[in-house]
């Protein structure tokens, strides 16, 4: 069966820090890979998606990257944090192709709260 | 673009009551509709989802029928319990995957919280 892990589970970060996460799918190859944020009390935003090692699409311009340097492995990165990029950041993963209906599976996600 | 609008929360209700949570949307074509629900501290799971017109998802005693005449997605339980407190996402995933890149695009959430 698949799985998806995400790392770390939660993060205290001061402003100007530079930030890692990492998020790992297994049991399947070739996924398509996404990276959204949930601020308190909001949402849920798409920030970047991968259908392809190396191949990033990024939804809203910010502070954030994303980087796919392996086929099940998606790191999403900042250089200098913004009190505005705390949130829950959640990894999610869904199989290759052009289907409408394919779930999309999320992992446990990541709280950062930057001070 | 696509777009989804939930119901306001919160919802507060008592054990063994009826639920509706509004869902409708606004998309190209014949998206898929999701249902996902978060436990407190957790990530998203999938609680149902359908993926043409007339067609009832179904999980863990709640409902959704996906009506295309009226764009919605209305998620429904006959008998909540106080294990179904937790926050659901409406989501719809559009047809045209080429313009929307696979993603879901989810309404802001609705917090319910079932008391005993």
């Known amino acids: 069966s698949q799985t998806i892990h995400q790392w770390p589970a939660t993060l205290v970060q001061p402003v100007g820090s530079p930030l890692s996460l990492e998020c790992t799918v297994e049991?399947?190859?070739?996924?398509?890979l996404y990276w959204y944020r949930q601020a308190a009390g909001r949402g849920l935003q798409l920030l970047f998606y991968s259908v392809g090692i190396g191949q990033i699409s990024s939804e809203v311009p910010q502070n954030l990257s994303a980087s796919r340097p392996q086929d099940r492995q998606f790191i999403l990165s900042s250089k200098k944090l913004l009190l505005s990029d705390s949130g829950f950041y959640l990894c999610?993963?869904?199989?290759?192709?052009?289907?409408?209906?394919?779930?999309?599976?999320f992992g446990e996600g990541s709280w950062l709260t930057v001070v | 673009g696509d777009s989804v609008t939930q119901m306001e929360g919160p919802v507060t209700l008592s054990e063994e009551a009826f639920l509706t949570i509004n869902c409708t949307y606004t998309a190209t074509g014949y998206p898929s509709l999701f249902w996902y629900v978060q436990y407190p501290g957790e990530g998203l799971q999938l609680l149902l989802k359908?993926?043409?017109?007339?067609d009832k998802g179904s999980n863990k005693g709640f409902e959704a029928t996906y009506r295309k005449e009226t764009t919605s997605f209305h998620l429904e339980k006959g008998s909540v319990q106080v294990s179904d407190s937790a926050v659901y996402f409406c989501a719809l995933r559009g047809f045209l995957l080429e313009t929307s890149g696979s993603r879901l695009t989810f309404g802001e959430g609705t917090q319910l919280t079932v008391n005993p």
């Open positions: 359908a993926t043409k017109a007339d």
């Open positions: 999610a993963w869904s199989v290759i192709g052009t289907l409408a209906g394919n779930t999309i599976y």
């Open positions: 049991g399947t190859s070739n996924p398509n």
